[in-house]
């Protein structure tokens, strides 16, 4: 018995594997592929300075005497071993608990966004009075075959960087040197970037979160820039809602954008540019007011061309990170299939309203019973046409004065069959301006009116419904209230 016992003891733990760390150099320089441009890179550098409370960020490509980029923030500044942690790859667990203005995801963003673009990266970091430095040399590490973190001194660094950390008295000094992969055979990549970061970090800029954020490259301020045009006269600020998932709002905001002939050179320019106007519709996802997603429909509708004065703002809180799938370089989120209904019925009203700016260009959106000169005729095939209204007053006076009103009518359906449909349709496509005509003024308005009335003054009944139906009727009714005091005149 004794013996059968000893045989059912379970044997000692037997430890089969063993510790298998990643080759540094070559891990280094895969994750120098990830992805990011000179821009991306840039703005994960922006983030951490936002997280570090910052209020103003300065970016600066220096060539001479040697080609080296630098950010330097303003923020809190990191100790000895808050810079040591920072320069880890990995250094947070993307699964943690994050505030609302930790921009950080992944503990990588400092690194990667930053070997991406150059071979040397050097941190400073003054906090307390205590100038930290740490520096990854991509050289120095495959030179050793390990993660070697350099320890440099003040005097192995550019002085200027130093220096306006000396000048502020605390904040944080991002180096980059051996610009291997930046397209700096100048300053083109980063005076590109110059747009990526306006738009990206714009409500930091405005000043939405608290006091306006900063940011100079090569000393000069971005612009500002607003993709929904909140505040203009002619848009359309619908209403917002939230949607409550897993105990966190996500707030979707949408907007219909004005149509581009009405906007003014600096509105366009607040709005990303002309171009901006026809490619970057549809969702706009923030997280943490940082945006990740400038425009696209995520597949939920299908574009057109009328759709593209609809921009919907969605405000991801960070604690719904592992639901959007955001990728390390903050550029990509796909919304969670739970949310996907409520997106699908909001976006519906939006593309109405933007489809109703395109096909009623200068009428009120609210006016749905007017007396058009020009009617929409669908026909069987799915397509439409354009004729001359024969009820409208001024074209029945025409007819009704006319010697030959066979004649007349034949070029009444010259006039229509000759409308430029397709070079309207390239023309405002590419959201070039279209001409507006002279506003007829008063006088010219009651000319007109008692002409129609005298053309009908044999006609009492229609003359009197003509009348009444003044204030909607082209062109008065583009000023009802001058058509209402024409009439008290007659």
Known sequence: MAQIMDARRPEPTI???????????????????????????????VDNSIAAEARTVRIALSMVPVPYAALVDDGNGMDEPGLIAAMRYGSRDPRDVRSGSDLGRFGLGLKTASLSQCKR??????RDGR??????DLDECDRRESWWLERPVADELPAEPLYILQQQGKGTAVIWEKLDRTDVAGEQAFLDAADHLALVFHRYLGGEF???LSVLLNERSLVLIDPF??????????????????????????????????????????????????????????????????????RI???????????????VPVELDRLWKVDIRKTIAEPPPLLRPHLRRIVGGVIDRSRRVYTHKGIPADDTSRIPLWQRVDMRDGGAAWRINKDHPAVRMLLAGAEETQQFSSILKLIEESLPIHDIHIHTSNDQPVAEPPPFDEAELETLARKLKAAFADKPELA??????????????RDPDAARRILGRL
Request: glycine letters at 10%.
């Open 464 to 477: 009197a419904r003509m009348l009444e139906n003044l204030p909607i009727t082209e062109p008065f009714s």
């Open 131 to 136: 100038l930290n430095i740490a520096r990854w």
């Open 301 to 315: 509708v299908p574009t057109d061309d009328l759709i593209r004065l609809a921009r919907i703002r969605i405000d």
């Open 210 to 212: 608290g006091n306006p």
């Open 229 to 298: 045009l909140e505040g203009h006269s002619r848009g359309q600020a619908l209403h917002a809602e939230p949607i409550w998932i897993d105990g966190h709002a996500v707030k979707v905001s949408p907007f219909v954008l004005p149509f581009p002939s009405r906007l003014k050179p600096g509105d366009l320019e607040r709005a990303g540019g002309r171009e901006s106007l026809k490619t970057r519709h549809g969702f706009y996802i923030y997280r943490g007011g940082r945006l990740v997603v400038p425009g696209g429909w995520f």
């Open 15 to 45: 430890d089969r594997g063993m510790e298998l760390p990643p080759l540094a150099s070559m891990l280094m320089q895969s994750l120098r592929s990830v992805g990011y441009n000179t821009a991306a890179a840039l703005a994960d550098l």
């Open 121 to 126: 990266l050097t941190v400073a970091s003054l």
